[in-house]
């Protein structure tokens, strides 16, 4: 049976995003997204954690470009909950170091993520990237994972590549949820799991369930495979915040996952709201 939590101290939402919208720098956002075809900025964030009892967030890049990266430090260095960023390098550069090093001088910056999700699987076996990839634990640079359910293999392989860097998978790999479809996603987050050095968020799932109508026993069986898998000390709570808003209002989604998690202990709870996102992110503030 799906419990309430109780609220813990210092709740981090460790994946959201902000855009200044355009069609040309957008197009991933399709006519059934179109709700989100305008700007989101931390304004329009700030009052939605506050109501949620979120008190620090994690930006998350949406555009391949360094302009986007330091725009979002920007935006932290006017936000002081925006506790980290993780930001896109060109890490297929052969001088990408330069700008990790130049990047990395500010403490905003906890990580990098390339959208995974739109290469060929071959991409993750490039030299170059897997170079540029090496380089981040040099400077304490995490690595977020966003892939699709069927690159799982692929990533699994490239993650044993790079065992010394800490790496969190985004939205559970974006299984089949509008299909009910649990294999092979659950095998392959099996396999995936017995790496230490991984940790995974509960985000994005909303957006791979029917839009309108889905419930939490939808989602419930994805939920408890991470549970079972990662455990609580490797699983941190994000929302995706706007693209969650095509298919839930934060608070439902905030409401759903604290049901998900409440029969865990209150120290297994307060490690997926806040304690596996600031220990992995190394985050400014403490619990």
Partial sequence: MLMALAAPSRRVDAHQHFWRYTDAEFGWINDAMAVIRRDFL????KPLLDESGIHATVAVQARQSLEETEWLLGLAAESSWIEGVVGWVPLVDSD????????S????????RHVLQAEPDAFMERDDFNAGLKI?????LT?????????????IALVDRHPSQSIVLDHLAKPRIASHAIEPWRR?????ARRPHVCCKLSGMVTEADFSAWTAD?????????????????????SDWPVCTVASMYPRWVNTVQRFIGTLSA???QQIMGGTSRAFYKLSSTD
């Avoid at 690595?143 to 990533?155: G, I, K, M, N, S």
């Avoid at 392959?188 to 995936?192: A, D, G, K, S, V």
Wanted: hydrophobic share 40%; no cysteine.
């Fill in 218 to 238: 939808n989602l419930l069986p994805y939920v408890e495979t991470a549970l079972e898998t990662f455990g609580p000390a490797r699983l941190m709570f994000g």
């Fill in 136 to 140: 981040l634990s040099t400077y304490g």
């Fill in 267 to 269: 120290s297994e709870q």
């Fill in 42 to 45: 931390p304004s329009d964030l």
């Fill in 188 to 192: 392959n987050i099996r396999e995936l």
């Fill in 143 to 155: 690595y977020d994972l966003l892939v699709l359910e069927h690159q799982l293999p692929a990533a």
């Fill in 96 to 103: 990408v170091e330069t700008t990790i090093e130049r990047l």
């Fill in 105 to 112: 001088s500010n403490k905003r910056l906890r990580g990098v």
